[in-house]
């Protein structure tokens, strides 16, 4: 049977093994800190690429032109890279307004972002998609 003195008393081989036990933790959680950090700024540096290729699209679904399209969401890349703060630029990518062109129903646009994650990890690139639809309405030039 247990009395309280025998309670109270520390067994003298276990004297540090607390200490111990923290030194082989705390790296280990902090490790995990640091990733959900990183994932967290992936996962927002995400939303943004994919906000800009929507913006990007939305501009360009209302041109007239195809050249019009192209800088409509050129500038609409730019506006979205000043309001990120920095961490996250965007480009447009592959050749930039895809599908504006006769009988076609949307526009679509691809843009590459590149997020800067901080000194242990560096820099990601992420791409976004998005599709806009074309007013069948509108009289729009193919033309140059």
């Not at 959900?36 to 906000?51: I, S």
């Not at 050749?95 to 129903?105: H, I, K, T």
């Amino acid at each position: 049977m247990l009395t309280p003195g025998a309670l109270l008393r520390r067994d003298s081989g276990e004297r540090g093994s607390m200490t111990v036990e923290f030194v082989i933790v705390a790296p280990v959680l902090i490790v995990l800190m640091l990733f959900l950090v990183m994932a967290g700024r992936v996962v927002a540096a995400r939303g943004q690429a994919d906000g800009t290729a929507r913006d990007a699209a939305r501009a360009a679904s209302i041109a007239l032109n195809p050249g019009a399209a192209q800088e409509l969401a050129q500038g609409a890349v730019t506006t979205d890279n000043a309001s990120n703060g920095g961490d996250v630029t965007c480009a447009l990518a592959g050749g930039g307004v895809q599908g504006f062109a006769p009988d076609s129903p949307s526009v679509s646009i691809t843009v590459q972002c590149t997020v800067a994650l901080g000194f242990p990890f560096g820099s990601w690139t992420l791409s976004g998609y998005a599709v806009a639809p074309l007013d069948p309405f509108s009289a729009r030039t193919y033309g140059p």
